[in-house]
């Protein structure tokens, strides 16, 4: 039974994650859940061979990135994503039975959470201090450890705790979703399907002019980039890493020609391909049309064209 790391404790929505990726038949059977303090602790356990794979949020469409999962993935051993899913993100706002919402003077929030649910609390809690937690569901438990009066969590730590609800689908932004990863140790690829997601990172000389020459092998060959994000190197001012997501897999030409044009002039942080949860985008040209012109023209054929 494979052992599947996941930001817990019990009650995430990353834990949702992992199981809708079990249900979808992403692994051979059921697995063990080995929850861990945080993306880069879920991510230190697969690196370090005590468990098969891990699953981490990287992604979400009102807050954007998820630095810490980031930043994990861009340093020490490689690691390489194989699968994704996403889901529906909204909060349950949960207390110790007996607690009303007039009585809310501290709320703890994962900060990610928290900025989601920002002006919800300012309407409807607006004397409570807000708190940082460190997670969904340790929010919860430390209500019910009685540290804090109430948590921005989910129903399934609710539950767990026997919590009492406040309020229910908490989301300053209708349609909120979040993405998640499995992480797993290198190894090949899963088979294109046609609509794939391929992520590297980019460690760019400190020189005019090089981001631009690195998002052309990009737009020259007809890749569509979805996603594009900086996070310091922590060396020096002005030093930063690129994340970039583009639409297609590593089996494209036009994508693996891409990547080693990059290759030749920076250092390249391959993330993995796989299949995209909501496909979307252009996908990469195909280059099979001048493939063959090439092989005609190769074998000195009369009809090699123009």
Request: charged share 25%; glycine share 8%; hydrophobic share 40%.
């Amino acid at each position: 039974m494979p052992r599947i790391a996941y930001f817990g404790p019990s009650g995430t929505f990353t834990e949702m994650a992992l199981a809708q990726l079990e249900s979808s038949g992403a692994f051979d059977g059921p697995v063990e859940r080995v929850a861990a303090q945080s993306p880069p602790a879920a991510l230190a356990l697969v690196r370090a061979g005590t468990v098969d794979g891990a699953v981490v949020p990287i992604e979400s469409s009102v807050e954007g990135p998820v630095p810490p999962t980031l930043d994990a993935l861009a340093v020490e051993d490689r690691l390489q994503i194989v699968a994704e899913t996403e889901l529906d993100v909204s909060f349950t706002i949960l207390a110790r039975p007996g607690t009303t919402l007039e009585q809310v003077r501290t709320i703890r929030a994962y900060p990610v959470a928290g900025a989601q649910v920002r002006m919800w609390v300012e309407r409807n809690l607006p004397d409570a201090a807000v708190e940082s937690a460190s997670s969904n569901a340790g929010a919860a438990e430390d209500v019910a450890a009685g540290t804090a009066d109430a948590a921005v969590s989910t129903a399934l730590a609710g539950e767990r705790l026997g919590l009492a609800v406040l309020a229910d689908s908490v989301a300053d932004f209708d349609g909120a979703r979040t993405r998640f990863v499995l992480v797993t140790r290198p190894r090949p690829a899963p088979a294109a399907t046609g609509d794939d997601r391929t992520a590297v990172v980019l460690q760019l000389d400190n020189s005019p002019g090089s981001l631009v020459s690195a998002m052309s092998e990009f737009a020259t060959r007809g890749i569509d980039l979805t996603r594009i994000e900086s996070r310091p190197t922590r060396v020096e001012f002005g030093t930063y890493k690129f994340y970039l997501d583009c639409i297609g897999h590593i089996e494209d030409t036009a994508v693996a020609e891409a990547l080693k044009a990059l290759h030749r002039k920076h250092t390249v942080r391959f993330l993995g391909s796989w299949p995209a949860a909501t496909p979307g985008g252009q996908r990469p040209p195909s280059d099979e049309e001048a493939a063959e012109w090439l092989r005609r023209i190769r074998a000195g054929e009369p009809d090699g064209g123009n």
